[in-house]
Nanobody
Framework: VQLVESGGGSVQAGGSLRLSCAAS????????MGWFRQAPGKQREGVAA???????YYTDSVKGRFTVSKDNAKNTLYLQMNSLKPEDTATYYC????????????????????WGQGTWVTVSS
């Protein structure tokens, strides 16, 4: 599996961005996919995840603002980010953890797998 993110950029607080993650070589063995972020000097944080059945998972700080989705026909994962805040500023990575049974934001951030190259998101106040 190879993952390529796009859609990052700079936005003012309250604005929106949509991140995309094009997956090549994706197979049904990828039970879980999602997004994590890392800001300078901070630990990696799982943001959102979606499992093979379409169940979604979010870290508390983005619930109600971010939406993870996938288009299986296009092999593409999305992260719609609304009402962005300065604390959302980070590099966002698409991830496909090597998990065949579990999914969630912790799995996306902590379980070994395939990551994209990252896309930078800056939210100014």
């Amino acid at each position: 599996v190879q993952l390529v993110e796009s859609g990052g950029g700079s936005v003012q607080a309250g604005g929106s961005l949509r991140l995309s993650c094009a997956a090549s070589g994706y197979t049904d063995s990828n039970y879980c996919m999602g997004w994590f972020r890392q800001a300078p000097g901070k630990q990696r944080e799982g943001v959102a995840a979606i499992d093979k059945d379409g169940n979604t998972y979010y870290t508390d700080s983005v619930k109600g603002r971010f939406t993870v989705s996938k288009d299986n026909a296009k092999n593409t994962l999305y992260l719609q980010m609304n009402s962005l805040k300065p604390e959302d500023t980070a590099t966002y990575y698409c991830a496909a953890p090597f998990s065949t049974r579990y999914c969630g934001v912790t799995v996306v951030a902590a379980v070994a797998g395939v990551w994209g190259q990252g896309t930078w998101v800056t939210v100014s106040s």
